[in-house]
């Protein structure tokens, strides 16, 4: 993944694990799910006992922090960022198959002035093309991405307003959640899992029918992009996401293997996150992958894209880890993967090790081959055993 974020000019930024409640109420919501019954918080300890202990919360999620930062730092100042996270998140949920309490996520944001280009549909595909990218390099099969526009701000006030009227008449016939919903944030009813519950939430009025000239030039410019490049997609006007800053572009990237949770990853755009926080305007856009769901996405084909050893280096008798230890370090600045076998042991228990590690040769090196500047070089896989010179070692190997 990382190799992926470099290619496309991320850089990597890291955020406090606790940050004050605050951010998390004013940035994703008030009245979210997250906010109202998920989130870890506590009052820490008051410097004076005249003073009360400030909120803490612990992230339930990254982009606010990160929001946070690009407004206490100034980001703005370096145009356009492009940044990505690594680490964990926390939310009071109920456990089940692909969700915990403490979970980890792997996301991007990309954000800056709208003179830096933040606002272009350009970067929505751009974004979207790399996910697609990085599930495909890492051998994620069969994924799908939903597509959808949740408008702009004025979109979805007008777009709420005629969904509470819709869910008034019918509110009492859906489960509890759906019926809090309704009156606090009517667009989370879209969010409902209840098999009841469906054939009233298909009645309802849909994000689509309320989009301005704007937000609808923009989202097919999204799609045109995704469409030249290859990207394939679905629309889902249905699909929304779970927290308040999202304008505009909102998807997912969906994979069978995952049960009723079956969203690797989602995110969209966010372009009045920043100015709710306090800063400047700076139209942005982000997804977070959850990466134990992802992990259990390639249970089946982990097998096919885990890298394994290119080389089993093994040292053959007395004085030979330090000779083999060395040309395993000049083997891995070369760019070859390699696993390193110990001088007490025996040449059968060194192939067994190599075949167990999954390494495609096993290299010798005894103190005939340190001689002769020639190391026995066997494909186990194959069988086949040739002699290569040192110098011809690691191109060797990469032909495979």
């Not at 249970?299 to 007395?318: C, F, M, R, W």
Request: overall charge neutral; some cysteine; hydrophobic content about 40%.
């Amino acid at each position: 993944m990382r190799d992926v974020f470099r290619a496309y000019n991320f850089q990597e930024i890291r955020t406090p694990i606790f940050e004050e409640t605050a951010l998390f109420a004013r940035g994703v919501g008030e009245e979210t799910d997250i906010v109202a019954k998920e989130m870890y918080s506590w009052e820490d300890r008051a410097r004076a006992a005249s003073e009360k202990g400030q909120l803490l919360t612990l992230r339930p999620e990254n982009t606010a922090g990160v929001v946070r930062a690009y407004i206490e730092h100034k980001l703005w100042d370096r145009g356009l960022n492009k940044l990505y996270y690594i680490g964990p998140q926390f939310r009071r949920e109920r456990p089940q198959k692909g969700r915990y309490r403490q979970f980890y996520q792997i996301g991007a944001e990309v954000i800056g002035p709208a003179s830096a280009g933040s606002e272009s549909p350009a970067r929505d595909a751009e974004v979207l093309e790399m996910l697609a990218t990085l599930l495909d390099r890492i051998g994620i099969a069969g994924w799908n991405l939903e597509l959808n526009s949740v408008g702009c701000k004025e979109d979805r006030a007008a777009f709420n307003e005629a969904l509470r009227k819709a869910l008034e008449p019918v509110a009492a016939k859906m489960c509890v959640d759906c019926q809090r919903r309704a009156v606090t944030n009517p667009l989370r009813v879209f969010d409902c899992k209840v098999a009841e519950d469906q054939p009233i939430i298909e009645t309802l009025p849909r994000i689509s029918q309320f989009l301005d000239e704007g937000c609808r030039k923009h989202f097919e410019a999204v799609q045109e992009i995704l469409t030249k490049v290859g990207v394939r997609f679905s629309l889902n006007d249905r699909l929304v996401r779970g927290l308040d800053y999202y304008t505009r572009t909102a998807f997912e990237f969906t994979h069978g293997a995952l049960g009723a949770q079956n969203a690797i990853l989602g995110g969209g755009r966010y372009d009045g996150l920043s100015e709710a926080l306090g800063g400047p305007a700076a139209p942005g856009i982000g997804f977070a992958i959850g990466e134990d769901r992802l992990v259990m996405s390639l249970l089946e084909s982990a097998e096919s894209v885990v890298k394994k050893p290119d080389v089993y280096v093994a040292p053959l008798g007395t004085g030979m880890n330090g000779e083999a230890a060395l040309l395993a370090r000049e083997l891995r600045r070369e760019g070859v993967v390699a696993d390193l076998g110990d001088e007490n042991f025996r040449l059968k228990k060194s192939f067994e090790a190599a075949t167990k590690a999954g390494a495609k040769y096993i290299l010798i090196v005894g103190e005939n081959e340190v001689k002769a500047g020639a190391f026995s070089l066997k494909n186990l896989e194959s069988g086949e055993q040739v002699s290569v010179a040192k110098s011809d070692l690691a191109g060797k190997i990469r032909e495979a």
